[in-house]
């Protein structure tokens, strides 16, 4: 299975978006899953359901530290994974993303009624993990 495939299934399974970035590409890069999925849980709805930066896109900035630590491509990979998910959606952050505010109890609310998290998220982790795949060749 690819890992993109792997990401958006770990999603659908209950996973936030960051840890299923993470997890997915965790043992390929010397972490175990229980333990991408520990240090990724802060960063899914946009860092602590706060709307900024897609967790989806946070976890797979994680999978570049990992495959490249403290290398000037890190740096490089990180922001190209950020301008292409920004070309295909328009946006990073999960509050543009989502069309509503989910660190108010409106605007959860909205999501959870509108099924935002099952219509939209399940596109911007195959969107993060397809190009974060691409990159970490």
């Given at each position: 299975m690819k890992r993109t495939d792997e990401a958006v299934n770990s999603f659908k399974?209950?996973?936030n978006?960051?840890?299923?970035?993470?997890?997915?590409?965790?043992?390929d890069l010397g972490?175990?899953?229980?333990?991408?999925?520990?240090?990724?849980?802060?960063?899914g709805g946009g860092m602590g359901c706060t709307g900024e930066t897609c967790g989806a896109v946070t976890g797979a900035v994680m999978?570049?530290?990992?495959?490249?630590?403290?290398s000037?491509?890190?740096?490089?990979?990180?922001?190209e994974l950020m301008e292409r998910f920004r070309d295909r959606n328009g946006?990073?952050?999960?509050?543009?993303?989502?069309?509503?505010?989910?660190?108010?109890?409106?605007g959860m609310a909205k999501a959870r009624r509108?099924?935002?998290?099952?219509?939209?998220?399940?596109?911007?982790?195959?969107?993060?993990?397809?190009?974060v795949e691409e990159l970490v060749k």
């Open positions: 399974n209950g996973l978006c960051s840890q299923a970035l993470l997890s997915a590409f965790s043992e972490l175990d899953k229980e333990t991408a999925a520990k240090i990724a849980s802060g960063f999978v570049i530290g990992l495959k490249h630590g403290k000037g491509k890190a740096t490089a990979f990180s922001r946006f990073v952050t999960c509050r543009a993303l989502l069309e509503c505010d989910i660190s108010t109890e409106e509108d099924n935002l998290f099952s219509s939209r998220c399940p596109k911007f982790v195959e969107d993060a993990a397809g190009i």
